[in-house]
T-cell receptor
């Protein structure tokens, strides 16, 4: 079964700690994305990657870091510099199409991060 | 800057009571408009992509339509299991990024 997996489903962090959220896909998609969702708000883009070993900042990258060492994996680290990290984090992936654009994005089940 | 506005923010319907959700957008050049359904605590589920004005797509009780400024998601004879938040997003011709609206929370009462 092809799809996107995120782990853990729930994550609790103490202030001052870094935490890493996992995202894996077996859809053979080139592009991967991280979004943050807060109650009553739309999805906001944190980082995205269109190819291995390359990634770009989204609209709210401060306090976050990513890596893309493998096509299947795009982990997100929430650092202690992120002032308000409690949120629902969503990973997505899509195929690339000729011309540099990408196809429909498909989402994982999400990770809910809570700072204690 | 791309903008997406969804209305209403919340909608309550009785089972069988048809209605429409609206997604208004501003984008320099539209590559695609996307509708997703999101259940509480879960990731968005892809529903439709619309590419050009006049295009329509249907799936079960849902039909999405597109004009040059907005899209509608029509729900015909909804059932309680259609209760969810419906998200709209747009993609520019030159980009790979999506811009999302804030969603419409739909509740269908039996």
């Amino acid at each position: 079964d092809g799809g996107i997996t995120q782990s853990p489903k729930y994550l609790f962090r103490k202030e001052g700690q870094n935490v890493t959220l996992s995202c894996e896909q077996n859809l053979n998609h080139d592009a991967m994305y991280w979004y943050r969702q807060d109650p009553g708000q739309g999805l906001r883009l944190i980082y995205y990657s269109q190819i291995v070993n390359d990634f770009q900042k989204g609209d709210i990258a401060e306090g976050y870091s990513v890596s893309r060492e493998k096509k299947e994996s795009f982990p997100l680290t929430v650092t202690s510099a992120q002032k308000n990290p409690t949120a629902f984090y969503l990973c997505a992936s899509s195929k690339s199409v000729p011309g540099g654009s990408t196809d429909t994005q498909y989402f994982g089940p999400g990770t809910r991060l809570t700072v204690l | 800057e791309d903008q997406v506005t969804q209305s209403p923010e919340a909608l309550r319907l009785q089972e069988g009571e048809s209605s429409s959700l609206n997604c208004s957008y501003t984008v320099s050049g539209l590559r695609g408009l996307f509708w997703y359904r999101q259940d509480p605590g879960k990731g968005p589920e892809f529903l439709f992509t619309l590419y050009s004005a006049g295009e329509e797509k249907e799936k079960e009780r849902l039909k999405a339509t597109l004009t040059k400024k907005e899209s509608f998601l029509h729900i015909t004879a909804p059932k309680p299991e259609d209760s969810a938040t419906y998200l709209c997003a747009v993609k520019e011709t030159s980009g790979s990024r999506l811009t999302f609206g804030e969603g419409t929370q739909l509740t269908v009462n039996p």
